[in-house]
């Protein structure tokens, strides 16, 4: 279904959404975009006459929007928005809220129709929890540096879990100095009190976003939904540590299979190759699905006890609660089912792998 319905429809899924992932601001926006939003500004003509999907498993289209109007916030192009946004928006009424959105779409229009083109792009750093317990694991199972590639990298920020502090009620892992700590609800078991050492990280994204740009930088933070400071400022202390740590070769501008392809060429003697992805894989079209698992599968068959592979995944799945975390491991082949994560990583119910 296509047209201004199905677009607002697809706010009110958002919205839903936003909700039950602790953003009412969000959800609340969203909610007002769907009873609201008319053609007569030229954001709001392209967002209700959008050609294509504008659900959230599609174009994202609410998101788009939501990212446009905090990238005003955040950049500081418009002080009066930011009157009506989080932390400042508790006095704001609905009809207050969307007065000041109605005005920022007419005098920003061309602004917001450019970015209404990107489609929104996050790097949750909190799904580093379910990274960093599987590091520890493969480190101690294997006893051998870790070499990480992620596909769908985005920022490349969750290719430092391990300059990540992962603090529960029972146990810690990772950098017990870091700026970054990621506190999750824990349920089932605790894993390995093992020391990944990264011996080499890579990624590759479509759109790979700099955290040492300004401008990128600006983007990314717009993307995490205003209310929810708590990621803002953890995101940009995983921001500094790329910054530090990273060269500018970390992320690649390029398909995931092109670049599988290549980088499963590569001889990792004496490493456990970790190959990674976190609510990226669902979104890749499906000839670049089935490319990257044949890739994935060839390069598992040349596999050996001191070249193993790893496929490690936090993919939505159909069930619930959350996605599912994934660990395959080659050589074998055998998938472990580790459990289910929030898609935020607010809480996570591990378990250890078996064999």
């Given amino acids: 279904m296509t047209g201004p319905e ?9 919205a839903d959404a936003c909700e039950k992932l602790g953003s009412p601001f969000t959800a609340r926006l969203c909610r007002l975009a769907a009873e609201r939003l008319d053609e007569a500004t030229a954001p709001g003509a392209k967002v209700l006459g959008w050609r294509g999907d504008p659900t959230p498993g599609g174009d994202s289209v609410p998101l788009r929007l ?27 009424t609905d009809s207050g809220l969307w007065d000041e959105i109605a005005r920022v779409l007419a005098e920003h229009g061309e602004t917001i129709c450019r970015l209404l083109d990107s489609a929104p792009q996050t790097n949750e750093v909190r799904r ?41 009620e029972h146990f810690e892992l990772g950098d017990a100095r870091s700026p970054v700590v990621l506190e999750p609800r824990w349920h089932g078991e605790t894993p390995p009190a093992a020391t990944p050492v990264v011996a ?36 940009a202390a995983a921001m500094a540590i790329f910054t530090r740590e990273a060269s500018p070769a970390t992320v690649a501008r390029a398909d995931a299979a ?9 001889p ?3 490493a456990v190759h970790v190959v990674q992805h976190t609510i990226a894989w669902q979104y890749f079209p499906e000839p670049v699905k089935r490319s990257g698992a044949a890739l994935l599968a060839a ?43 929030d898609f935020h990583g607010r809480w996570v119910d591990w378990h250890n792998p078996r064999g």
């Fill in 200 to 235: 080499g990280r890579a990624g590759c994204d479509l759109a790979p976003i700099d955290p040492a740009g300004e401008q990128d930088r600006r983007r990314l933070l717009a993307y995490i939904w205003p209310d929810q400071r708590d990621r803002v400022e953890r995101t």
């Fill in 299 to 341: 390069a598992g068959a040349r596999a050996t006890a001191n070249r193993p592979l790893a496929r490690l995944a936090l993919e939505a799945d159909g069930g619930e609660p959350g996605a599912a975390i994934a660990l395959t491991l080659w050589p074998g082949g055998t998938t472990h089912a580790l459990g289910r994560a």
């Fill in 66 to 92: 939501c990212g446009a109007l905090n990238l005003l916030v955040v950049s500081g192009a418009d002080a009066a928005l930011a009157t009506v946004y989080p932390p400042a928006d508790a006095a704001a």
């Fill in 6 to 14: 199905a677009v607002r429809a697809a706010f009110r899924v958002q």
């Fill in 258 to 266: 092109d670049w599988l392809a290549t980088r499963l060429a590569e």
């Fill in 268 to 270: 990792f003697d004496d």
């Fill in 128 to 168: 580093s929890t379910v990274l960093l317990a599987a590091w520890c694991w493969l480190a101690d199972r294997f006893g051998l540096p870790l070499i990480i590639s992620e596909v769908g990298a985005s920022a490349g920020l969750n290719l430092f879990a391990d300059r990540f502090l992962l603090k529960t």
